[in-house]
C-alpha cells in the first residue's frame, strides 16, 4: 500500500524542520544593516561595504573571505534582482547574505543564533484531509506586475503574478492571486480568520503543485508556512496582493512560532 495522508504530511513536515534548522538558514540570521553610498564598516564583520544605484560592493581590505568557496582577495561588485535572491560571503563561522530589497542590504547568518539553538520545531493544526481543497488555476493572458507591501514599514516587493487559483468553500466561491512557484508550479501569500490569533499576522505562504490538462490543482492547507518574518525579526518578506485574504479561518498548517506571539 502507498504511503497515507498523515505519514507524507509528518514526513514533509520533518523536512521542512530540517530545512529550518540548517546551521545558516533563516533561524541563523543575527542582524540586518542597510547599505548607503559610503564605504564603511559593520560591528563585527571585516571590510568595508557599500552600494550605489546599480549594485552592492565589498573590500575585505585584507581579511579572509570566501564566495562559492574562492577567495575574495579584492573588490567585489553584486548587482542582484529586486526581491531576488542573494549572494553570501563566507568569513569564519559566519555568512554574509548581501541582496536587493529596494536598495542593498548585508544579513549576517550565524550557526550559534540564539533563535536556532533554541529552535523545537513549528506549531502546527492536526493534518486534516479536508482541507485539501480542488480549485481551478485561471492564467491571466499576459502575467501582471504586481507590487504588495512587506513587513518592513516603506519597502515594498514587485512580483510577477501570472494567474489566480479560484475554489470553493462553505458555499462560496474565493479567488487568490498566484505568483510563480519557488521551483515550478505555483504560490500564494495569504491571510485568513486566524491571522494574529493563532497564526502569523502578516501572512502564510501556500505552494501548489502544477495544474493538470484541465487548469485543476490542489490546494492542500495543511502545508501552508510560514514566511521567514514568523521567525526572525531580520527578514524583509513580501504581505499578501490586494485581495489575498479569506473571510473564514484555515485552521489547517502552521501556526505562530514559539515567543513570537
Not at 516587493?157 to 501570472?162: C, K
Given at each position: 500500500?502507498?504511503?497515507?495522508?498523515?505519514?507524507?504530511?509528518?514526513r514533509?513536515?520533518?523536512?521542512?524542520e530540517r530545512?529550518?534548522?540548517a546551521?545558516l538558514?533563516w533561524?541563523?540570521?543575527v542582524s540586518?544593516?542597510?547599505?548607503d553610498?559610503?564605504p564603511?564598516?559593520?560591528?563585527?564583520?571585516?571590510g568595508?561595504?557599500?552600494?550605489?544605484?546599480?549594485?552592492?560592493?565589498?573590500?575585505?581590505?585584507?581579511a579572509?573571505?570566501?564566495?562559492?568557496?574562492f577567495?575574495v582577495l579584492g573588490?567585489?561588485?553584486f548587482?542582484?534582482?529586486?526581491?531576488?535572491a542573494?549572494a553570501?560571503?563566507?568569513?569564519?563561522?559566519?555568512?554574509?547574505?548581501?541582496?536587493?530589497?529596494?536598495g542593498?542590504?548585508?544579513r549576517?547568518?550565524d550557526p550559534?543564533?540564539?533563535?536556532l539553538?533554541?529552535f523545537?520545531?513549528?506549531?502546527s493544526y492536526p493534518?486534516d484531509?479536508?482541507?485539501?481543497?480542488?480549485?481551478?488555476?485561471?492564467?491571466?493572458?499576459e502575467p501582471r506586475?504586481?507590487?504588495?507591501?512587506?513587513?518592513?514599514?516603506?519597502?515594498s516587493?514587485?512580483?510577477?503574478?501570472?494567474g489566480?487559483?479560484?475554489?470553493?468553500?462553505?458555499?462560496?466561491e474565493?479567488?487568490?492571486?498566484?505568483?510563480?512557484?519557488?521551483r515550478r508550479?505555483?504560490?500564494?501569500l495569504?491571510t485568513d480568520?486566524?491571522?494574529?490569533?493563532?497564526?502569523?499576522?502578516a501572512n502564510?505562504?501556500?505552494e501548489?503543485a502544477?495544474p493538470?490538462?484541465?487548469?485543476?490543482?490542489?490546494l492542500?492547507f495543511?502545508?501552508?508556512t510560514n514566511?521567514p518574518c514568523a521567525?526572525?525579526?531580520?527578514a524583509?518578506c513580501?504581505?499578501?496582493?490586494?485581495?489575498n485574504t479569506l473571510?473564514?479561518?484555515v485552521?489547517?498548517g502552521?501556526?505562530?512560532?514559539?515567543?513570537?506571539?
Open positions: 500500500m502507498g504511503e497515507g495522508f498523515i505519514e507524507q504530511w509528518r514533509w513536515k520533518d523536512e521542512r530545512t529550518l534548522a546551521p538558514g533561524l541563523a540570521l540586518l544593516d542597510w547599505l553610498d559610503r564603511r564598516g559593520y560591528a563585527g564583520l571585516p568595508v561595504w557599500w552600494q550605489d544605484e546599480d549594485a552592492a560592493y565589498f573590500d575585505p581590505q585584507g579572509q573571505a570566501s564566495q562559492s568557496g577567495p573588490q567585489s561588485r548587482e542582484l534582482v529586486d526581491s531576488g542573494g553570501r560571503i563566507a568569513i569564519g563561522d559566519v555568512e554574509v547574505e548581501v541582496a536587493r530589497r529596494g542593498y542590504l548585508i549576517v547568518h550559534k543564533a540564539a533563535a539553538l533554541e523545537d520545531g513549528v506549531p493534518p484531509p479536508d482541507w485539501r481543497i480542488e480549485g481551478v488555476y485561471e492564467p491571466f493572458p506586475p504586481t507590487t504588495v507591501g512587506a513587513v518592513v514599514e516603506g519597502l516587493h514587485v512580483y510577477t503574478a501570472p489566480v487559483v479560484r475554489f470553493s468553500f462553505g458555499g462560496q474565493h479567488a487568490l492571486t498566484a505568483f510563480n512557484g519557488k508550479g505555483l504560490n500564494v495569504f480568520a486566524t491571522s494574529g490569533v493563532t497564526t502569523y499576522a502564510r505562504s501556500l501548489i502544477e493538470d490538462e484541465a487548469g485543476r490543482v490542489i492542500d495543511n502545508r501552508a514566511l521567525f526572525t525579526d531580520y524583509t513580501p504581505l499578501p496582493p490586494e485581495g473571510p473564514f479561518a485552521e489547517a502552521e501556526k505562530t512560532p514559539h515567543g513570537r506571539g
